[in-house]
């Protein structure tokens, strides 16, 4: 087993990543003392998969759990289910020490963790992601949130869980264009700290793709050391933490104008990364070089990497990203790279030159 420390003083905990943690999720829990009550919440997909051997692990553990199904995919990030999920919280009598557990991809980790961080004022959380974009970032860090139509994320609060468990048995069973978007994240971490890593899915990806846990188990642990070490400097983005966000104002406000529908969400990033890639080569002085590197990759990872926009469909694109979270004083700002492993937050796109990138990029 693989154990990644989140050093957040008092809210510190671990990320543990092994073949067969699920059955073990109820014995983790026991060993944080938590209380005898709990809901499990995940979606059809991955309830079909993994809800029963979750459940029971509870159960033997001495657990009371309440099993909590939302819909599946990105609409289900809404304040219609957290409030659905509210309900059947107060129904099964949760208190203050009682504790959520995430059992899916982003989409349950996020909206299981906003739950848990408003209902009562906040009830302890255990993610367990069953998706490589969740084990390797969503379920890391303490964002929760859920959408509104006007954009991704704009309602939501920092929680930070209280173990993460990410099983790589869980892989297999998922399909491949989620993969796919997951190694969207994957990829990023070499983008914006880590050259050598770039470099080793550059070389490894083939066995990535063959989900070969001895090739996938340092892969996602890097990506949690890289983001333990960022969020433990910045753990509420006020500086370096935005980093984490490069390819993401672009890809949210995608995701946004195509209402949660076209893309998955580590598609959606894919483009928006060799969009912020041209818009640093502009403004940041990433060689060129780089930009093909980082293009083929994703390409290599079976990811889209441009767009297709109609006039009025990037008039769209532009409204949305103007209601990014990294927006200020109405400027739109991007995460850019100066290089490969390196990058710097808060820089300024002229919107005229944003325009004709996106003009450009379809």
Not at 13 to 28: F, H, M, P, T
Not at 39 to 63: C, E, M, Q
Not at 149 to 157: I, Q
Request: hydrophobic share 45%; charged share 20%; aromatic share 6%.
């Amino acid at each position: 087993m693989r154990i990644v420390r989140v050093p957040l003083g008092r809210r510190s905990y671990d990320i543990k990543i092994a073949s067969g943690l699920i059955s073990k999720l109820g014995v983790e829990c026991a060993r944080l003392k938590l209380g005898r009550r709990c809901a499990l919440i995940t979606d059809p997909h991955v309830g079909r998969w993994y809800a029963k051997p979750a459940y029971n692990s509870l159960s033997r553990a001495g657990f009371d759990p309440a099993l909590i199904v939302v819909p599946a995919g990105e609409t289900a990030k809404s304040l219609k289910s957290a409030q659905s999920c509210y309900r059947r919280l107060a129904a099964h009598r949760l208190e203050r020490h009682s504790f959520v557990v995430a059992l899916g991809g982003g989409v349950v980790g996020d909206l299981a963790g906003f739950v848990a961080a408003t209902y009562l004022r906040g009830l302890p959380l255990v993610q367990v992601p069953t998706t490589l974009l969740a084990q390797v970032d969503s379920s890391v860090g303490g964002k929760t949130g859920v959408n509104l139509p006007a954009g991704k994320n704009l309602v939501g609060a920092f929680h930070q869980p209280r173990l993460v468990l990410c099983d790589l048995a869980v892989l297999h069973t998922l399909p491949l264009r989620q993969l796919r978007a997951g190694l969207a994240e994957v990829i990023k971490y070499g983008i914006i700290y880590d050259a050598r890593f770039f470099q080793r899915l550059e070389r490894d990806l083939p066995q990535i793709l063959q989900r070969r846990a001895a090739t996938l188990a340092p892969v996602i642990a890097r990506c949690c050391e890289i983001k333990a070490a960022v969020v433990s400097q910045d753990e509420t983005e006020s500086g370096l933490r935005a980093i984490l966000n490069f390819g993401h104002t672009i890809g949210h406000g995608l995701e946004a104008i195509s209402h949660y529908g076209a893309y998955l969400h580590g598609e959606a990033i894919a483009i928006g990364q060799v969009a912020a890639a041209r818009l640093s080569e502009q403004f940041s002085s990433l060689p060129a070089a780089d930009t093909a590197r980082i293009t083929a990759l994703l390409k290599r990872a079976g990811l889209p990497t441009t767009v297709r926009l109609t006039a009025p469909a990037r008039r769209r694109l532009l409204a949305a990203m103007q209601l990014d979270k990294k927006v200020r004083n109405g400027e739109i700002r991007f995460v850019l790279a100066s290089r490969i492993g390196k990058a710097a937050w808060g820089r300024p796109v002229p919107a005229p030159d944003l325009a004709a990138l996106l003009t450009s990029h379809a």
